[in-house]
């Protein structure tokens, strides 16, 4: 063996690649991000019915990737997120959670393998979306709320994709997520709290309180992200699915904000009540 060091310079394919990826990212995020804010703006019913939709595909997906996807498994689950959506829709909270939790347990009992994991699937799915309608049920802060969360998530991702891949350095989890580092860790955290100064400023809330919360949901989207990572590595699955160019599936999409939003919620219920979630985490 020669003493000299293979070249590891990107071959043309490998680049044209990584550009073609990342174009793709570019488009799909500007045709999807103008989508959901005017969701989000008008709230009721297009907002239930699109959250409802993505929680079914959620849970499609996750039993995708743990191979639980059978037919029964699948129609129960999606039934259960889909009869509960309706019921938020119209602010019929307790019979949601209870669909749901009937739900949990009949894909439990109708799962033929893996039948923690297809659960824990339903339990992922329907606290996202009981908490994404709820935090924009809040009649005086549910908008803003609901926005403060995703803008923070996307600050948080776009600054670790561009901190991550510009600066690059130790790897955050490499047995994990292999293309993850502290900077792009630190970088998402960063973009993440120049979001909440801008809502500080704008005057939807104090600058100090927004700060600290927006940091802990930056963290807790990374974390979330992290969480998905490794439930694709504990199955060897790459993406969970490729409906959205250049981001794989939903899921590989929503994971950070999935983990933000639950917490957020939870938080703004202990300090709001349920018909304050959003106040309850913007004002402090």
């Given at each position: 063996?020669?003493?000299?060091?293979?070249?590891?310079?990107?071959?043309?394919?490998?680049?044209?690649?990584?550009?073609?990826?990342?174009?793709?990212r570019?488009v799909a995020?500007l045709?999807?991000a103008?989508?959901?804010?005017?969701?989000?703006w008008?709230?009721g019913w297009?907002?239930?019915?699109?959250?409802t939709v993505?929680?079914?595909?959620?849970f499609?997906?996750?039993l995708?990737i743990?191979?639980?996807?059978?037919?029964?498994?699948l129609?129960?689950?999606?039934?259960?997120?889909?009869?509960?959506?309706i019921f938020?829709?119209?602010?019929?909270?307790d019979?949601?959670?209870?669909?749901l939790?009937?739900?949990t347990?009949?894909?439990?009992?109708?799962?033929?393998?893996r039948?923690?994991?297809?659960?824990g699937g339903l339990v992922?799915a329907?606290?996202?979306?009981?908490?994404?309608?709820?935090v924009r049920?809040?009649?005086?802060?549910?908008?803003?709320?609901?926005?403060f969360?995703l803008?923070?998530?996307?600050?948080a991702?776009?600054g670790?994709?561009?901190?991550?891949?510009?600066i690059?350095?130790p790897?955050?989890w490499?047995?994990?997520?292999?293309?993850?580092?502290?900077a792009?860790?630190i970088?998402?955290?960063?973009?993440g709290?120049i979001?909440?100064?801008i809502?500080?400023?704008?005057?939807?809330?104090?600058?100090?309180?927004?700060?600290?919360?927006g940091?802990?949901?930056?963290v807790?989207?990374?974390?979330?992200d992290?969480f998905?990572?490794?439930?694709k590595r504990r199955?060897?699955?790459?993406?969970s699915?490729?409906?959205i160019p250049?981001?794989g599936?939903?899921?590989?999409r929503?994971?950070g904000?999935v983990?933000?939003i639950?917490?957020?919620a939870?938080?703004?219920?202990?300090?709001?009540?349920?018909?304050?979630?959003g106040?309850g985490?913007?004002?402090?």
């Amino acid at each position: 063996m020669s003493g000299v060091t293979p070249d590891t310079t990107p071959t043309t394919p490998d680049i044209k690649k990584g550009v073609s990826n990342f174009t793709a990212r570019v488009v799909a995020a500007l045709v999807l991000a103008p989508l959901t804010i005017l969701l989000v703006w008008l709230g009721g019913w297009p907002w239930a019915c699109i959250v409802t939709v993505a929680g079914a595909l959620l849970f499609v997906e996750w039993l995708t990737i743990v191979g639980a996807r059978q037919g029964l498994t699948l129609a129960g689950g999606v039934s259960a997120i889909v009869i509960a959506g309706i019921f938020l829709a119209i602010v019929q909270i307790d019979f949601a959670l209870e669909i749901l939790l009937a739900g949990t347990v009949l894909v439990a009992v109708l799962a033929a393998e893996r039948r923690l994991w297809a659960a824990g699937g339903l339990v992922y799915a329907a606290a996202a979306l009981v908490a994404t309608i709820l935090v924009r049920l809040d009649a005086a802060y549910g908008f803003v709320a609901l926005m403060f969360v995703l803008l923070v998530v996307w600050g948080a991702d776009i600054g670790g994709y561009f901190a991550g891949r510009s600066i690059g350095g130790p790897k955050l989890w490499p047995r994990v997520s292999p293309n993850k580092t502290w900077a792009g860790a630190i970088g998402g955290l960063v973009l993440g709290l120049i979001v909440a100064a801008i809502f500080a400023f704008l005057g939807y809330g104090k600058l100090l309180p927004l700060l600290m919360f927006g940091a802990v949901l930056s963290v807790v989207s990374q974390l979330g992200d992290l969480f998905e990572s490794a439930v694709k590595r504990r199955f060897d699955v790459k993406d969970s699915s490729q409906i959205i160019p250049g981001h794989g599936g939903l899921l590989d999409r929503l994971d950070g904000f999935v983990a933000a939003i639950v917490f957020a919620a939870v938080v703004g219920f202990l300090r709001g009540g349920l018909d304050g979630v959003g106040r309850g985490f913007m004002v402090w």
